[in-house]
T-cell receptor, first 112, second 114 residues
């Protein structure tokens, strides 16, 4: 059974720092991995999608990497800003079920 | 990308009543997905809704409690029936994410049952 784990559960950093969020999954049989942002009480905003054949994707200050063989992904946020404060979720699309499996999320606070 | 409008954005309901959540997509899609996010938890898939057929429910979710309609390729509703405080959650609809495509979510419905 596919399981997705995100570490740390919470993170607080001063504005301007570069930071890395981690996501690990137990079964390498995935179609893709997606990173989302969720503001309190709101829906999910898609940040980056990495297909299983890809190693990384970039969008602005965000860079996501994927190492399928080791079951790991990282989300790198450069020059963090208070507006980046949110919960970040990763999800894998499992090959055997065709369904998204979510991690528990990392709640990020960027202090001015 | 897909733009998803979900209504209501939040509601406070009395126990024993029902609430219907609407989800409208700006393009035609084959499958729509309904998720539940309990307080402090991650997302759990409730069911997959295909147009013209019965929804497919995940383990632990039943049609009597969460009836779903899918009248056309751009719209779906989820009803939370006979609500109890344990149903207090954020409910989200989603499209994409199948066949390796990008998943998109509505803004969620924050339900509180008192």
């Amino acid at each position: 059974k596919q399981e997705v784990t995100q570490i740390p559960a919470a993170l607080s950093v001063p504005e301007g720092e570069n930071l890395v969020l981690n996501c690990s999954f137990t079964d390498s049989a995935i179609y893709n991995l997606q990173w989302f942002r969720q503001d309190p009480g709101k829906g999910l905003t898609s940040l980056l999608l990495i297909q299983s054949s890809q190693r990384e994707q970039t969008s602005g200050r965000l860079n996501a990497s994927l190492d399928k063989s080791s079951g790991r992904s990282t989300l790198y946020i450069a020059a963090s800003q208070p507006g980046d404060s949110a919960t970040y979720l990763c999800a894998v699309l499992a090959s055997n079920t065709g369904k998204l499996i979510f991690g528990q999320g990392t709640t990020l606070q960027v202090k001015p | 990308s897909a733009v998803i409008s979900q209504k209501p954005s939040r509601d406070i309901c009395q126990r024993g009543t029902s609430l219907t959540i609407q989800c409208q997509v700006d393009s035609q899609v084959t499958m729509m997905f309904w998720y539940r996010q309990q307080p402090g938890q991650s997302l759990t898939l409730i069911a997959t809704a295909n147009q013209g057929s019965e929804a497919t429910y995940e383990s632990g979710f039943v049609i009597d409690k969460f009836p779903i309609s899918r009248p056309n390729l751009t719209f779906s509703t989820l009803t939370v029936s006979n609500m109890s405080p344990e149903d207090s959650s954020i409910y989200l609809c989603s499209v994409g994410g199948d066949l390796g495509t990008e998943a998109f979510f509505g803004q969620g419905t924050r339900l509180t049952v008192v």
